[in-house]
């Protein structure tokens, strides 16, 4: 089974070739250090409509995994990337980008100023990145195991949660059942 996934980089200098792109590369070793096949890249500047293109292209298009973004999450006027995430998942799993603020918060107080978020759109879970090489893999890096995990929920390859973790709850206790 392969694990396809996507980087897309959101930077108004990275597209206009002014700025070199290190976190995209950067994620991109991070997943396939991690067992994902990265089959698609790109950069886009801080556009909502051209964000919400790339990712739709890689959700019902190229029905990959996982799409990471990175860049376009803090509060400059032109930061849009979650507001052009929100504007095409389904369902939003705020539990990643929480794990991901608390991780970057245990690093920086300014942590809690990424306005990232995560969401599904048909079978593929889209996650928001920093900007920054060291923010984005780091805080990748803080929730690679249950997003693996999510993912195999979702492509319906793995039980859910619940009855994994179940038999845990109740080590030791013994059940008596009056009929």
Do not use: Q
Not at 88 to 98: M, S, T, Y
Not at 129 to 152: D, Y
């Amino acid at each position: 089974m392969e694990y396809t996934a996507a980087v897309i980089t959101v930077s108004d200098k990275g597209a206009r070739g002014e700025r070199e792109d290190t976190s995209g590369p950067a994620l991109v070793n991070l997943l396939e250090d991690n067992g994902y096949t990265v089959v698609y890249t790109s950069m886009v500047p801080d556009e909502i409509d051209e964000i919400r293109r790339e990712l739709t292209h890689c959700a019902d298009e190229l029905g990959l995994w996982l799409v990471l973004t990175t860049g376009g999450t803090g509060f400059s006027k032109r930061d849009v990337t979650p507001e052009a995430t929100e504007g095409v998942i389904e369902k939003r799993v705020p539990g990643i980008p929480e794990a991901m603020r608390a991780e970057s918060m245990r690093i920086t107080p300014m942590g809690c100023l990424s306005r990232e978020t995560a969401g599904i759109r048909g079978e593929t879970l889209i996650i928001n990145l920093p900007g920054s090489k060291k923010a984005s893999t780091e805080n990748f890096s803080a929730v690679v195991k249950p997003v693996r995990h999510g993912l195999e929920i979702l492509r319906g390859v793995s039980h859910d949660c619940a009855a994994l973790h179940h038999h845990d709850h109740h080590h030791g206790e013994e059940h008596h059942h009056h009929g």
